[in-house]
């Protein structure tokens, strides 16, 4: 059986540029250029709670990556590297190998090496906790969710609700069928983070968050730090295509409070709709126009008819037992 500093050598000894210290010592060491500020992000992923025992670890270690690269996103960084620490019942070298290959294969698209970590013996369900990096060009502050004004539009990159129902799917829903699940398991299990797309946001958006626990949760956090409140327009929801033959409030739901579709939410002034409308050309990706942000506060979001519109829970929370069927 392999020991621990064996397990890292085989498994989780990425490239990294020459000037770069990655794995294999106390710390990692990158270079920053110029005046760059440093972006920092940190996810856990415990099984049982955020994966299946069953799950593919190549998906798995695809996902650990990418929900964190999507926070970076968010804050409209350019990956720089990554920490990974992991828990682990037994070595089982073929599951090691899928996951890192999915994990190592994501951060190399988005040149993002893994520079260190962690790895320990546990005796109850596999952990995963994955801290990211990312560099911000001098004199930028990023997407902060602080930044929302009134007046400005709110935008959603891509397409809202397939992960979520997925999920539902997996957990037996028997409203979503096998075709549907078939069609929409890669929502959930492989997200694709917006890097390029929040990098170019920069100088254009005001605010910005990823989707992870719902659009109106995540939404909710840009408010609540901007001192804002919002209407939501449920008839411009970027639905999935996906869904259709779902029930149109299922998938409304889906949008709103599911979660796990790591698309960015963010807020511009009016004045940048052109901007965004030869972004979304540029980038190959949707960007929907779902709402306005308002003086006061409270999200008021309105049906496909336009009326006000109760939702029972605004999205995931780990500590909140009664919403938390994921």
Known sequence: ???EFSLIREYFQDQVPSDTLGVGDDAARIPVPGATQVVACKDLLIEGRHFFPDVDPGTLGHKALAVNLSDLAAMGARP???LLGIGLRTVQPDWLKAFSGGMVGLGRRFECPLVGGDTVRVSGEIV????ALGTLPAGQTGLLRQAA???DDIWVSGYLGAAHIALSGLQGDTRVSRECLAATRSSLETPEPRVALGQALLGIAHAAIDISDGLAQDLGHILEESGCGAILRCADLPLDPRLDGLPQDLQIRAALTGGDDYELCFTAP???????SR??????????????????SGLNVLDTNGRQMELQHVGFDHFRRDVNER
């Open 1 to 3: 059986m392999l020991g």
């Open 128 to 131: 995963i906790s994955v801290t």
């Open 80 to 82: 720089l590297g990554y």
């Open 279 to 296: 972004l979304s050309q540029t980038c190959g990706l949707a960007l929907s126009r779902v709402g306005v942000i308002r003086k006061g």
């Open 149 to 151: 004004k009134p007046g």
């Open 270 to 276: 009016a004045s940048k709709r052109a901007d965004l």
